[in-house]
Structures are given as C-alpha cells and as structure tokens.
C-alpha cells in the first residue's frame, strides 16, 4: 500500500495518489495532470480509477483531462449527475485496486453527491477514509452552496445524519484525508493540519460532538460568510466538462507587445499584477490590480474579479506560465495574454504606493484612519483600537462607506492583502492610503494597543 497526498497551498487543497499492485487510484485532482501521471510513471503504476468526491466549487477539477490522458474511468458517489461519462456509485459499492478495496459511503451535505471513500486494507479493515468536503480537520463543509435549490438548513440536516451514520461509526484509529487544509473557503475554520483519524476528530471537532440535530444545524450554519462568486461557476464547470487545461495554456499564455497591451487595456482589460506587494509599491500601471503568486493568488482573484473579466497580466519574468495555469485552475480562462518583458516594458506614468513600519504608524495614528482588512476571524480575535473593519472579501462593494478624501493606513496580516485592498481602492478613487510594512503582526511586536471586540457576521 502506498499513499501520497499532493497538497496545493494557492488553493489549500489535497488530492491523493492511492497504489497498490502496481494499480493507482486519484482522488480529487486539480486541473493539471502530469503531477498525477508523472507519479504513477515513476512509481511503474497503472491509474485505474479517478474518484471524485463531490462536484467542487473552489477549483476546477482535472478529472475530465486525466481520464482521457490515462483511459481511467471517473468515479462519483449517489446522485451525481454530469454531461461527461462517468460511474455514479452505488451507496456501499466496492471498488479493487490491487490488494486493496475503496468502499464508497454516500455522505449528503455539503453537497447531495457528496461521497467518501473508505480504503479497506488487503485484510479487507479499515485505514483510511478520503473524507472530500464532508469532513475536515476541525471542522466539516459548508451546507450553503445550493442556494436556490436546496437551503442551509435542509443540507446541514442531511450533513448530520452522514457524519452520525457513516463516520463516528468507524473504527477510531481511522485515518482522515480531507480535500482541504487551513485557508480553504470551503469550510469556516478549518485546522493547521491536512489530516487526522476519526479519533481525534471525535474528541476535537465540534461538529462530532454529541449534540441534537437541531443544536448540530445551529452551530454549522453560525457566521457562515458569503462563498466566493466563482464557486458557483466552478461548481457549473465541474458538471458540465471544460477546456482541456494544454488548449487554454496555449490561449492564455501569450506574450503582449506594448502596443497590445495598450489595445487590451484600452478596450476594458483588467490589468492583473501579479508581482509580489513590495515591487508592486516601488511602481506599478495605474488602473493595476496587485494579487500577488507567492499567495493564495487563485482564491483571491476569484473571490475579487469577475470570472467573465477579460484579464491582461504583469509578471515577473519566468512566472507567466504559472499566473496563466493557477487562474486556469479556478476557471478563470479568459487571460488574453501578458505584457512582455513584465512592468520595464511600460513607457508610461508609474503610480506608487506608500509604506511605513509599525514604529512610524505610531506617529501617524492621530492623524489618520486605520483600516482593517482582514478576515471575520482574524479580527475577532484581536484588532487594533479605533480600527475600521472592511474585510477584502467585500471589496470593492463596501467602499461606498468610506470617504475618499480621508487619509486611511491599511493593514492585513503581514501584507499581501492590504497591497490587494489598496490597488482596489486606488482605483475607486482613494487618494491617500498609506500601506504598513508586516501587518497586524508587526503591529504587536510594536506594541500598539490591540483589543478583543467581536463585530456581527
């Protein structure tokens, strides 16, 4: 028995690699296959099956691509229902891999097809469960993503008749493999870890708790916030089929002369810079949305940018490739291409951003706002005095509240996303923001006054 788990941090999620015999299973791939082929080639394996837990809102699933590329059927629990060939599962059906057995359990909730996948060793006992969005590390999916067909309510129900039924009923040295770690939209306050056992989920994870149905509903529905927009599209993505991921990288990933670029822009392309917050701030084309890859880029952009937004990128020499393939990721494929030569090709006015250190934010505060864009959770547990909550998340929505004209300092965490927020409001029309090198962080060890005040979801 062999088992890997491929974690991809952009979008805190986990797919499995699942050999035995030289038979390998995939579960819950991302979009592009050659992690999944190139490590079954490596390890001389032959992938027989792709499992897929449930239709996934945050990414685009690879499972179209790679059932074509290996010849692999793909695999979903009850109740799945696609335009592309698939094996919809009975409730306890068996599948072999080698001298191993998946056992499929129907687990509605987070969403009506949700399934989980329970490995069976070659003495047919149970080592792990592949547990999708049903259950994670601390927490368990959001039963909010069918809007309009199914409520919170009916979906939270059902959630709690599969986690009574099908998961506290295994064996407690079970191992629990999640399709998703901390980070993750698809859950409210998912753990540090990316896997666990039923144990220890029984004795932490507050939706295991012994409690009624009714206080179960109750506290899984609680300060749930909006999904990101695009998960309704992925979802839709993810049923119908897609793009195979080589055509959109050819479209997507192509050079821009300066000229076209201009055209693009010209025309109502977004600009999409994808540098890193500290060179975005030296100097950056105004109108520039700054959502940097060395963060949860796809998320955010997903969560700020409309999927239908025609996008033009700026990137550091050698990642344009990976900015085109991460959006592509979440669906996000209407990228007409880059500016060549990145940000030293522009010939035109730069805008800039001003930073300052938590010491010198000491000596501004009385005569400036401060701006709070971080998440629910993040403030809840301690913010800055006199602060103004705006989460990014909101933007550009909830900007109508602030006055434009108003000095504002804007702070996240360490950084990243006050960068985001701060090109977001540049281009609503705020006029003097100031950004603070190392965030909320920074901002303790500086010894501003924080406070505990929790604000209504």
Not at 25 to 52: Q, S
Not at 107 to 123: A, V
Not at 220 to 246: C, H, M, W
Not at 302 to 311: Q, S
Request: proline letters at 4%; a negative charge; aromatic letters at 10%.
């Amino acid at each position: 028995m062999y088992i890997e788990q491929l974690y991809t941090n952009c979008l805190a999620e986990a797919a499995y690699y699942i050999e035995s015999e030289g038979e390998a299973a995939i579960i819950d791939p991302i979009r592009e296959t050659e992690p999944y082929t190139e490590l079954a080639n490596r390890r001389n394996a032959k992938i027989k099956y792709i499992f897929e837990t449930h239709f996934h809102a945050d990414f685009v699933s690879g499972h179209i691509d790679l059932s074509k590329k290996v010849n692999a059927p793909i695999v979903y629990g009850p109740m799945a229902k696609t335009n592309y060939d698939i094996i919809s599962a009975k409730d306890g059906q068996e599948f072999k891999l080698g001298k191993l057995t998946f056992k499929v359990l129907h687990t509605p909730g987070h969403t009506p097809e949700s399934s989980c996948y329970l490995l069976l060793d070659e003495n047919k006992k149970e080592h792990a469960v592949f547990t999708g969005d049903t259950l994670f590390v601390g927490d368990v999916g959001r039963p909010d993503l069918l809007d309009g067909v199914m409520s919170r309510e009916e979906l939270a129900s059902m959630l709690y008749d599969s986690l009574n039924q099908k998961i506290k009923t295994l064996p407690e040295a079970v191992i629990v493999y999640p399709a998703h770690g901390p980070g993750s939209a698809c859950g409210k306050n998912i753990g540090k870890e990316t896997f666990s056992t039923i144990g220890e989920q029984k004795k932490f994870n507050y939706a295991l708790k012994d409690q009624t149905r009714d206080q179960f509903i109750a506290q899984v529905t609680d300060g749930i916030l909006p999904p990101p927009s695009y998960f309704f599209q992925d979802a839709r993505i993810n049923k119908e089929g897609y793009n195979s991921i080589d055509n959109v990288i050819k479209e997507n990933n192509r050079p821009l002369s300066l000229n076209e670029f201009k055209s693009e822009v010209k025309n109502g392309a977004l600009i999409l810079d994808t540098r890193k917050a500290e060179e975005f701030e030296k100097g950056f084309i105004p109108t520039s949305v700054n959502i940097g890859l060395n963060g949860q880029y796809a998320v955010w952009v997903g969560t700020l940018i409309n999927i239908h937004t025609p996008l033009v990128l700026i990137a550091d020499i050698g990642t344009e490739a990976e900015a085109v393939l991460r959006l592509a990721r979440i669906g996000y494929e209407n990228v007409i291409g880059y500016l060549q030569g990145g940000i030293t090709t522009w010939d035109g006015k730069l805008d800039t951003v001003r930073s300052i250190t938590a010491e010198e934010m000491k000596k501004e505060m009385q005569h400036t706002h401060v701006l709070d864009v971080r998440k629910h959770g993040e403030w809840n547990v301690s913010h800055l005095r006199d602060a103004t909550f705006l989460p990014l998340a909101n933007f550009p929505d909830n900007l109508s509240t602030l006055d434009k004209q108003t000095p504002y300092i804007v702070h996240c965490g360490g950084g990243y996303r006050s960068m985001t927020a701060i090109s977001i409001m540049k281009n609503e029309g705020f006029t003097n923001l100031t950004n603070v090198y190392g965030g909320f962080g920074s901002m303790v060890q500086a010894g501003l006054e924080v406070v505990t005040e929790e604000v209504a979801v």
